[in-house]
């Protein structure tokens, strides 16, 4: 029985739609799941981002189990109902993950053992909200978003520096922040 708060994915086999939990709560009033965003790797493996409460989170599929990670905390303040969070992989699998942090737009990325965090725009007076991402050629990021003090959509584009590129997705650190689920 499905229970508040619980973070869902679905999988149509062919016949039957599988649905899995992916990140649950006792609490019936959980913000578990809000603003998420799922991106399928090359080997149609789902990745996803989303908000629980505050904290920003990432889940993939490892051996047919759900692994989470905490990736960052936004500023208190955030509202969760109005904010979004969007995943896109690079040209070698490693997720990053865009979202609005009140004032500011975030982008985080793994670079093989920890997540890192930029900021890609800030100092706006509202939260940030409906940002979207992408990576193009030669594994440039592209970032879109409502500009919340003018109404206009804006577009970023950039480029991880050759010192902050990844190549592999793998976290075998007793300190990782995973979380596995059944």
């Known amino acids: 029985m499905a229970k508040g708060g619980d973070l869902r994915y679905a999988e149509w086999d062919g016949n039957y739609w599988n649905i899995t939990t992916v990140d649950s709560s006792e609490n019936a009033k959980s913000n578990r799941g809000y603003d998420n965003s799922l991106v399928l790797g090359p080997d149609d493996s789902p990745h996803i981002s989303y908000m629980d409460g505050k904290t920003v989170k990432y889940a993939y ?46 982008h985080a990325y793994w670079d093989g053992k920890k997540w890192r965090i930029e900021t890609i725009v800030s100092g706006a007076l509202q939260q940030y909200k409906d940002v979207d991402a992408t990576f193009g050629a030669n594994d440039t990021l592209y970032v879109s978003f409502p500009d919340p003090d003018d109404g206009f959509v804006k577009i970023g584009v950039g480029k991880l520096a050759p010192s902050t590129q990844v190549t592999k997705k793998e976290s075998k650190d007793a300190n990782d922040p995973k979380e596995s689920k059944d």
Request: glycine share 16%; net charge negative.
């Open 61 to 106: 599929q490892e051996k047919g189990k759900w692994v989470i990670q905490k990736v960052d905390v936004v500023a208190s303040g955030f509202d969760y109902y109005g904010g979004s969070t969007a995943i896109a992989l690079d040209s070698s699998g490693n997720p990053h993950i865009v979202y609005g942090d009140l004032g500011a737009i975030k």
